[in-house]
């Protein structure tokens, strides 16, 4: 085996390829790289660390078929510090020879035949689309609110489910709940889990990727699930399990209807949680008056007060939250105002736009006592 390439092309692929490289493991394959060439002089780079393959492939020059794995970390390291100008690879006795200007290498490999085939026997399904930058939005808004304790099983993941007019991706750990919604039609009406953890990856190297291509395609098989982006393959497990009947819980109406500027609302937790107290769950405190509502959190170093004005339907009220779930759910939102919906004080708070419906956020409340 022998090829040759950029190094910087090298270093980009290296960059994807590695995600899926896990350092937490005692099975030695899975902590190396496979280099594989084939008769066309296309050069596949990947990784596996048994939930997640990666797979990026590469036209190079002057090459040789074959295929060996070497070390992750080390290889990455060395063609990451070599200058921007080609990089020749080449197999001879088990060991790989790297040259590169006045710089040459030459480290142990290891043989190929160990080296996790995941989803190279799947029978191919119907493809589903979706458009780069939906998918990477559709992530970004639902991941954060997935657990991250892994004895949860699917709360670890993210609900993908289809509907003949719908793409709807859910999370939800038990304290908070993110529904994403988007237009897109399926001729598949069906519900996959995937890891969220898996699933930010997966946004990172679409985001990551350089290419023309408008859209990742989807390919879902028994317990699999394969994303493609031109040169990029991701093969990924789905979770097993039954995911939470979301639906139910949503709010069905509210004694309370408020609609605020997302960012002033922002903002003002933002700097209200600087004094909420680390041992009542960073709490801050919410009354709605009129069209006004306050934002107040204490701790023994202070006190703050935050004044927005909103507009109110409904009653008045005096709800606690921990801030961190509020942030992390205004952040991920684009629009300028926003509508949230209260019924009582130990009642969640659904978070809205004022039109439309791609996105709601739940927030269960804290008590508050004598704070």
Known sequence: MKFSANQQVLVKALNIV?????????????KGI??????????????????????????????EPGEIVVQAKLFGDIIRKL????????????????????????????????FPKIGEEQQPSEKIIFDKQTLTDMIKRTSFAASIDESRGVLTGILIEMTEANLNMVALDGFRMAVARENIKNSQVQNIIISAKILNEIGKIVSETETNQENVDLYINNKMATFE???????LRILEGEFVKY????????????VVNKNDLLDSIERASLLAK??????????????????????????????????KEGN?????????????????IEEEQITM???????????????????EYLILPVRITGN
Request: proline fraction near 3%.
């Open 18 to 30: 590695s995600k899926a490289v896990t350092a937490r493991t005692t099975i030695p394959i899975l």
């Open 34 to 63: 496979l280099l594989r060439i084939n008769e066309n002089g296309i050069l596949t780079m990947a990784a596996s660390d048994l939930e997640i393959n990666i797979e990026k492939k590469l036209k190079v020059e002057d090459s």
């Open 83 to 114: 200058p921007n100008s080609t990089v020749n690879i080449s197999e001879q006795n088990g060991n790989v020879l790297i040259h590169c200007a006045g710089s040459e290498f030459n480290i142990i490999g290891s043989e190929s035949d160990e």
């Open 229 to 235: 982006l031109e040169d990029t393959k991701v093969v």
């Open 247 to 258: 639906q139910d819980i949503l709010p069905k109406d509210s004694n309370t209807r408020i």
């Open 278 to 311: 680390v041992g009542k769950n960073n709490l801050i405190k919410l009354e709605l008056t009129e069209n006004n509502m306050e934002i107040t959190s204490k701790s023994e170093e202070g006190n703050v007060k935050e004044d927005i004005i909103i507009s």
């Open 316 to 332: 008045d009220l005096v709800i606690g939250f921990n801030s961190k779930y509020l942030i992390d759910a205004l952040k991920v």
């Open 341 to 359: 919906l209260f019924n009582t004080s130990i009642s969640p708070c659904l978070i809205r736009p004022v039109t439309g419906e791609n996105f």
